[in-house]
């Protein structure tokens, strides 16, 4: 008897494609579009009702991956949404290939059916879809793909892009202030279920520069649909979002790119979900078009749906001696850590001016486990933004950081103390009072540092580590440096002025951790990470004992995450995890008869614990080039290192397939 796949979307429908791809696809991704690349035709599968009595059910046949593809201005024009993209897919762990940006995109219509989901990135203006591609693009829809336009533009004198969208009229809005998903349910936006990720706020509040957005009117006759709109203030503006079904498939369009949010709802402490809503629409957009079956590299090393990064910053007299409050700070933090069997990250400020300073506690951090240690500027300074450049020669000899501080050289020294003390060059990097400099970054990269987290969540609105080098928003920072940086969600302060600071105590202790919590758990049922920085300190203008709440209140954040799943980890590992991982291409077909086959190849560097995700619990999984593995529901971790350069093919059978569920191999 033929099994019957029961499908949780209702638009993720069965889709069929002949001839079937090759049993080992090819391994690349972010890559161009071969010329010569051969044609995959799809046919259409008939809908058959699921009653559990056999029968003739329909093959399905597809390659969950997504293709970027539009004119040629977008590659020019639109670099940064094109980036911002690239940036999303990337974070999901999504299989991708973008199109040359010299070759005109209707030549790629005979290339299309060999993908569950294409994105046209920044915007589609008036005359710049030709007839062979607009009727390529409802065909692949309608054999059930996916279609994302950002941005679409039309005229009824020239209306292919709106017969492609299934919208009557375009209207620029340059006054829009927040977008609402409040429409019907679609598949892509399955994950956007939170009053936060429903409600982003585009400009702040208080100081309101109205934002530039695209509202559309829906064809009712392609019965198209609003799913979210513009409004200005509490004055709606029209649909921001709308998705036009087509046969088996969709198109959805976006009046806005998901990734300009000038306004703060937060700035740390808090659920902040704004710049994750992209990349949870764009991998909900690929299981639409993938009919749930997708190969995707999972956010963390293991199995977990999240990971809290547990980090403190030693920049503090009582972080590195005893006295009223007891023993030095940094080190009863680490011995409560280090009794939890866990680890994190303790940046360093060696502030030798001051005279607070002492070689001898990073060396009893290293003692405690938590070596190596991060870098956190010599002297902590408030105008740490405004610093000079300096000539990226400064040596601890050298270097008079009272009396000409430059940015150089508060990266460099403590990088040179720390080394000398400990043995171990840092690789992560937070500037004090989380305070960015426009010359930071390219600081950082030229000194060989690789992980920084200098921003709160609130400016930087992503739970996932950011690209530096290849996201689209700040580049008059990032330099597209090739720096991880990692948004602080959770902190043990209020408000983000140096004297403006209300710190954990005891009397708000209650209030911190329900926030952490909240955020903790939240992002975990988003596939993000929690990024934490709690100072070994007691803090300002609170009691000598205000050192032992801040301690007992980690060790509480800890056992709360432990017992929901989620593991600790420190910035250094998970840096060093996440750009391994950054290079691993991955790519991958399923079938209904068979299940699924792929290939992967690590970069330049080894990764640990890799572990890729599919659309089904997995009931056999073999890959003679991936040492061992161990399955765990829908994800598959591998457990021994990948060496650089190594190229594996797997074959993962679906537990309704197979059977039986292996715990491992």
């Not at 995109?105 to 710049?128: D, F, H, I, K, R």
């Not at 809005?173 to 409040?182: F, G, K, L, Q, V």
């Not at 892509?188 to 409600?199: F, G, T």
């Not at 991958?588 to 086959?597: E, I, N, P, Q, V």
Request: contains cysteine; charged residues 20%.
């Amino acid at each position: 008897m033929l099994l019957c796949m029961v499908i949780a979307s209702a638009a993720a429908t069965c889709r069929s494609q002949e001839p079937r791809l090759p049993a080992t696809p090819s391994a690349t991704t972010a890559s161009s579009v071969s010329a010569g690349t051969p044609s995959a035709s799809a046919a259409a599968c008939a809908a058959l009702a699921c009653d559990g009595s056999g029968g003739d059910t329909p093959p399905v046949h597809v390659r969950p991956r997504a293709l970027l593809l539009g004119p040629k201005y977008v590659w020019t024009d639109a670099k940064f949404d094109v980036d911002n993209i690239v940036a999303a897919l990337d974070q999901a762990g999504v299989p991708y290939d973008v199109q040359p940006a010299n070759r005109p995109w209707e030549t790629l219509t005979s290339n299309l059916a060999q993908y569950a989901l294409l994105v046209v990135p920044g915007y589609l203006e008036t005359g710049s879809l030709p007839q062979a591609m607009l009727a390529a693009l409802e065909s692949f829809a309608t054999q059930g793909g996916v279609v994302v336009v950002m941005k679409p533009i039309g005229d009824v004198d020239e209306p292919e892009t709106l017969r492609l969208t299934g919208l009557l009229s375009t209207v620029h809005r340059p006054n829009a202030t927040e977008i609402r998903i409040d429409g019907p349910g679609a598949p892509a936006l399955s994950a956007i279920d939170s009053p936060e990720e429903r409600q982003l706020s585009l400009v702040d509040a208080a100081q309101p520069a109205p934002m530039d957005v695209w509202t559309y009117e829906p064809d009712p006759a392609s019965k198209t649909v609003a799913l979210a709109h513009a409004y200005a203030g509490n004055v709606p503006l029209g649909a921001v979002a709308t998705r036009r079904p087509l046969g088996r498939g969709a198109i959805y369009s976006w009046g806005h790119d998901l990734a300009t949010f000038d306004g703060m709802r937060c700035y740390v402490n808090c659920f902040e979900p704004a710049g994750d809503v992209l990349r949870l629409f764009l991998r909900d957009a690929l299981r639409e078009g993938a009919a749930g079956h997708v190969i995707l590299a999972h956010i963390v090393p293991g199995p977990s749906d999240s990971t809290l990064i547990l980090s403190h910053d030693v920049d503090a007299p009582d972080a590195y001696s005893a006295g009223p409050w007891g023993e030095p700070g940094a080190l009863r933090m680490a011995a409560m850590e280090n009794g939890l069997g866990v680890r994190a990250t303790y940046n360093i400020t060696t502030d030798y001016v001051a005279g607070y300073f002492r070689p001898e506690i990073l060396r009893a951090l290293c003692d405690e486990g938590m070596c190596p240690l991060g870098d956190h500027s010599v002297r902590h300074l408030v105008n740490f933004d405004r610093l000079p450049r300096g000539d990226c020669r400064e040596t601890r000899a050298t270097y008079r950081p009272a009396e000409h501080p430059t940015v150089c050289g508060e990266v460099r020294v403590p990088m040179e103390i720390v080394t000398s003390i400990t043995g171990e060059r840092p690789r992560v990097w937070r500037s004090g009072y989380l305070l960015v400099n426009s010359f930071l970054f390219d600081a950082l990269a030229d000194n060989g540092f690789e992980t920084a987290s200098d921003f709160g969540v609130g400016d930087l609105k992503y739970n996932l580590p950011v690209d530096a080098a290849r996201i689209g928003i700040l580049q008059q920072t990032f330099h597209h440096r090739s720096i991880f940086e990692f948004p602080l969600v959770c902190e043990d302060g209020m408000g983000s002025a140096a004297f403006k600071r209300v710190e954990l105590q005891q009397s708000n202790v209650e209030t911190f951790e329900a926030a952490w919590e909240n955020a903790l758990l939240r992002n975990a049922d988003n596939g993000s990470i929690t990024t934490a920085l709690v100072h070994p300190s007691r803090g300002r203008d609170v009691p000598d004992d205000n050192l032992q709440v801040k301690i007992d209140a980690v060790e509480r954040l800890i056992r709360n995450a432990r017992a929901r799943g989620i593991p600790v980890d420190t910035l250094q590992h998970f840096g060093g995890f996440w750009r391994a991982r950054a290079q691993v291409k991955l790519d991958g077909s399923y079938d209904s008869g068979t299940g699924y086959r792929g290939t992967l190849k690590a970069g330049a560097l080894p990764v640990n614990d890799f572990t890729l995700e599919f659309g089904d619990a997995i009931g056999s999984f073999v890959c003679p080039g991936c040492g061992k593995t161990e399955i765990v529901g829908k994800r598959v971790v591998l457990r021994s290192t990948l060496a650089a350069g190594t190229a594996a093919s797997f074959v993962a059978v679906p537990s309704h397939l197979a059977g039986t569920a292996k715990s491992s191999r």
